[in-house]
């Protein structure tokens, strides 16, 4: 499945975009736009909402999130299993529970978390 670094280079080439032209529109170096495409680093929630709207698409694509014919909860269960690093095992531990996630690796846990945190974000952001 593709990942963010992967999405965010190929939609900028695609469009003939330079880093430094990304860069200038999202507010941050060139180098920012180098570290994302090279996965050295991710964009922040806000970066990706970004990102998605100069390209004009969603930011779940964006996320190497795809859409197909599986219930919601399929493909949130599916699409989460990629790339997170940054959450307490509990927190992990307890939005797996309600994916009946005992299943999961650790590296998947940390991904639903991260699902989480984006989501709750979109949510603040639309209650603002």
């Known amino acids: 499945m593709p990942n963010i670094s992967g999405r965010i280079k190929s939609l ?9 032209e990304l860069g200038a529109y999202l507010g941050v170096s060139q ?13 922040s929630a806000e970066t990706i909402e970004k990102i998605a709207a100069f390209f004009k698409v ?16 399929d493909i949130i269960c599916n699409s989460v299993k990629d790339d997170a690093e ?36 979109l949510r603040d952001k639309n209650t603002e």
């Open 12 to 20: 900028r080439k695609s469009r003939h975009v330079t880093q430094k």
């Open 31 to 43: 180098n920012a736009v180098f570290n994302w495409e090279s996965g050295k680093t991710e964009p």
């Open 58 to 73: 969603n930011p779940a694509y964006l996320m190497g999130w795809t859409v197909s014919d599986e219930k919601t909860e």
């Open 86 to 121: 940054t959450q307490a095992p509990e927190e992990s531990a307890a939005i797996a529970a309600y994916f009946d996630g005992e299943g999961y690796t650790d590296k998947e846990l940390k991904q639903i978390e991260r699902f989480a945190h984006y989501i709750k974000s």
